[in-house]
Nanobody, 126 residues
């Protein structure tokens, strides 16, 4: 069984930076992918960034490309999301997700992920 616990959310001003963390417990597998998704009130859950746990290959949503960086520490079983130049439209609950054996084209699809954390709130407001 895999458990995911996010941390690091908070209230920041536009232009600020914030780093989210996701602690993973349980086994890891050679074909694991992990990602960050977000959900704003009244909106569907959307893809932010995903990383192949073993190779480190990653993809980003266009809305966060060049501002956010996804990374992982395999030894510590930690996933991170460094968020820079935050905008009010980045306000959402950010969720960590994990699954195994996904083909690359399906990485952005929330419905493909088996394991989810409880989420951490990020609010960007002046």
């Amino acid at each position: 069984q895999v458990q995911l616990v996010e941390s690091g959310g908070g209230l920041v001003q536009p232009g600020d930076s914030l780093k989210l963390s996701c602690a993973r417990s349980g086994s890891t597998f050679s074909r694991d992918v992990m990602g960050w998704f977000r959900q704003a009130p009244g909106k569907e859950r959307e893809f932010v960034a995903v990383i192949d746990w073993n190779s480190g290959n990653r993809i980003y949503a266009d809305s966060v490309k060049d501002r956010f960086i996804i990374s992982r520490d395999k030894a510590e079983k930690m996933l991170y999301l460094q968020m820079n130049s935050l905008k009010p439209e980045d306000t959402a609950v950010y969720l960590c997700a994990a699954s195994s054996g996904l083909i690359r084209s399906s990485w952005p699809q929330p419905k493909m992920y088996k394991y989810w954390g409880q989420g951490t709130q990020v609010t960007v407001s002046s």
